[in-house]
């Protein structure tokens, strides 16, 4: 089961708008409604920013929003902050039998 | 409050053996699906292992037929037993609880125990 595919980095200013991208294929992305982005500070351990594609757990900012078209989902995130700047990770269920995997990674930088 | 604690970690010769637990509070492994997430130094998340409610498990290509997922519902703990280590085995180990919505993400995550496979 190969990653999905995000962009090495991404940056932005404080206040912008960035987006995100990770591309799977129809067996796991563009398959099921069941991504999920994740935020991992250095040395920090990952915390879950959106489930479902677009859900957002209880105490995740209303700045980070998901969505899905066809095989691509992204995750946006709107008023970039300082404390934003962080590794960013998707994650897909798939029909293979290794169920889940996850996006190679994205570092976001507030400029 | 949901919490999981990782042991086990720590440094194994090529071909060794390990076996890593995972401590739930809040929450019972038998009645929720739990998996093991691993993280090389500077590299990104790669997904072990899954454990079900109903016992099924499955496992990263990577580790098939090397690393066994199991609980014990008496204790309430999740283990990770680890043979024919390799020093790419070589990574901080997550235990992770999946949510209880679609079950397919990770919402709580341990602090991670560090696996170093070196001769």
């Known amino acids: 089961q190969s990653a999905l595919t995000q962009p090495a980095s991404v940056s932005g200013s404080p206040g912008q708008s960035i987006t995100i991208s990770c591309t799977g294929t129809?067996?796991?992305?563009?398959?099921?409604?069941?991504v999920s982005w994740y935020q991992q500070h250095p040395g920090r351990v990952p915390k879950l920013l959106i489930y479902?594609?677009?859900y957002r757990p209880s105490g995740v900012s209303d700045r980070f929003s998901g969505s899905k078209s066809g095989n691509t989902a992204s995750l946006t995130i709107s008023g970039l902050q300082p404390e934003d700047e962080a590794d960013y990770y998707c994650?897909?269920?798939?029909?293979?039998?290794?169920?889940?995997?996850f996006g190679t990674g994205t570092k976001v930088t507030v400029l | 409050e949901e919490l999981v604690v990782e042991s086990g970690g720590g440094l194994i010769h090529p071909g060794g053996s390990q076996r890593l637990s995972c401590a739930p509070s809040?929450?019972?492994?038998?009645?929720?699906?739990m998996s093991w997430v691993r993280q090389a130094a500077g590299e990104g998340l790669e997904w072990v292992s899954v454990?079900?409610?109903?016992?099924?498990?499955y496992y990263g290509d990577s580790v098939k037929g090397r690393f066994t997922v199991s609980r014990d519902n008496s204790k309430n703990m999740l283990y990770l037993q680890m043979n024919s280590l390799r020093v790419d085995d070589t990574a901080v180990y997550y235990c992770?609880?999946?949510?209880?919505?679609?079950?397919?993400?990770?919402?709580?995550w341990g602090q991670g125990t560090q696996v170093t496979v070196s001769s």
């Open positions: 992770a609880k999946m949510g209880s919505g679609s079950f397919t993400y990770f919402d709580t």
């Open positions: 809040g929450f019972h492994v038998g009645t929720s699906y």
């Open positions: 454990i079900y409610s109903g016992g099924d498990t």
């Open positions: 129809l067996n796991d992305v563009g398959g099921f409604k069941y």
């Open positions: 479902d594609v677009t």
């Open positions: 994650s897909s269920y798939t029909t293979a039998n290794n169920p889940f995997v």
